[in-house]
């Protein structure tokens, strides 16, 4: 008992989390022989929470420091760089590190990398936030992280990281006139990537969202399979390991993009109902604990964590429902892989960690 108080765990973090990893496994395990996918989840899933309770012992304030997250910074770029030198294709993708049997995503790194950078840039100019040049020089460092994942080809990671560098913008305070100016941007942006960068494939998914009954056989096919799968659950789901979609495999990736269609057929509009409960009581409590930051940084920090995992969310579902284009992206805790559960639950020891330090007066 000693031992948990030392650390200061906040449970109200750790729990929903939990549980939501704890419903990926069960998505993943056939209940019929060996299954590799379970088994992997399950040691990595071990592994994380290990090292959420280390990282709650440790005090992160020294990430305060500049020198810190542009270290941070540099070191995701060089991992970009890496990438596109030696990284293994994935889907038709460059997307994968492999050091000896481990396979890294460097994206996971990226992702966090931009969010840390952002909270301290924002930190030390609240009251100049409605400068345009603030704007501007915080897009161009969205942009360098951008530009890498975009060339690889992984449009979603690059989505991802606009989206979280808009929405810290916002959290942020911007001007109406300027974030006008940032819609309009935006819309010029996709034009220009439409007509000149977007690989075929990326059109292909974009178009069989707008209409997915056009090529079920083909681009379309992932997401008119996910929607069958999410609509054959009903009220309760078919019952744990009974999703034909899934264990059939109609549903391709059904433990990775598409986990939360494979979890809705089993357990139905009620389980996927509680599962985005324990989403939403996450997100909650970690914009929450930002209200109640020792500091600026810390603050803006879990609100940048917070729309990182809204994000995923928003649109790992909506492409698992057909509501949004096919992308690939996994849904956090839940999805396999060791890379992104290990980057969200490190992130998740450190906002429990910073808890203890959110005491007092807040440090501008």
């Known amino acids: 008992m000693r031992i948990v108080d030392r650390l200061h765990v906040d449970w109200f973090l750790f729990a929903p989390a939990f549980l939501i990893s704890l419903a990926g496994l069960v998505t993943m395990n056939s209940f019929s022989g060996e299954n590799y996918f379970f088994f992997r989840q399950s040691i990595w899933l071990l592994i994380v929470v290990i090292i959420f309770f280390a990282a709650t012992a440790i005090d992160w304030r020294f990430m305060r420091q500049t020198r810190v997250i542009v270290a941070i910074f540099f070191a995701t770029l060089f991992a970009l760089v890496l990438l596109s030198l030696i990284g293994q294709a994935a889907k038709g993708a460059e997307r994968w590190l492999r050091l000896g049997p481990v396979a890294f995503q460097p994206f996971d790194l990226a992702r966090i990398s931009i969010v840390l950078l952002l909270a301290k840039y924002f930190s030390r100019r609240h009251v100049e936030i409605r400068n345009i040049r603030h704007i501007l020089v915080s897009g161009f460092y969205a942009l360098v992280i951008f530009i890498p994942l975009f060339l690889q080809p992984n449009f979603s990671g690059g989505v991802v990281i606009a989206s979280v560098w808009l929405g810290m913008v916002l959290v942020s305070g911007i001007s109406k006139k300027h974030l006008l100016a940032v819609v309009v941007g935006g819309a010029l942006a996709f034009i220009v990537l439409w007509s000149f960068l977007l690989a075929p494939y990326q059109k292909a998914r974009v178009i069989s969202f707008i209409h997915p009954l056009a090529d079920v056989r083909g681009a ?8 069958i799968a999410v609509g054959s659950g009903q009220i309760f789901g078919k019952g744990i390991g009974q999703g034909s979609q899934s264990k059939l495999l109609y549903l391709p990736e059904y433990e990775t993009d598409f986990i939360f269609a494979a979890f809705t057929e089993e357990w139905g ?24 930051a020792a500091t600026n940084f810390e603050a803006l920090l879990g609100l940048g964590v917070a729309i990182l995992f809204a994000i995923h969310l928003v649109i790992h579902v909506g492409m698992n429902m057909g509501m949004l284009p096919v992308t690939g992206l996994t849904l ?18 450190i906002l429990s960690s910073n808890t203890r330090h959110s005491r007092g007066p807040r440090v501008l």
């Open 220 to 227: 379309g096919y992932n997401a008119y399979q996910s929607t």
């Open 269 to 292: 509009f009620v389980g996927a109902g509680i599962l985005l409960a324990l989403f939403l009581m996450l997100l909650f409590r970690i914009v929450n604990n930002a209200e109640r």
């Open 332 to 349: 956090p805790f839940m999805s396999y892989g060791g890379s992104h559960l290990l980057v969200e639950w490190l992130t998740l020891g």
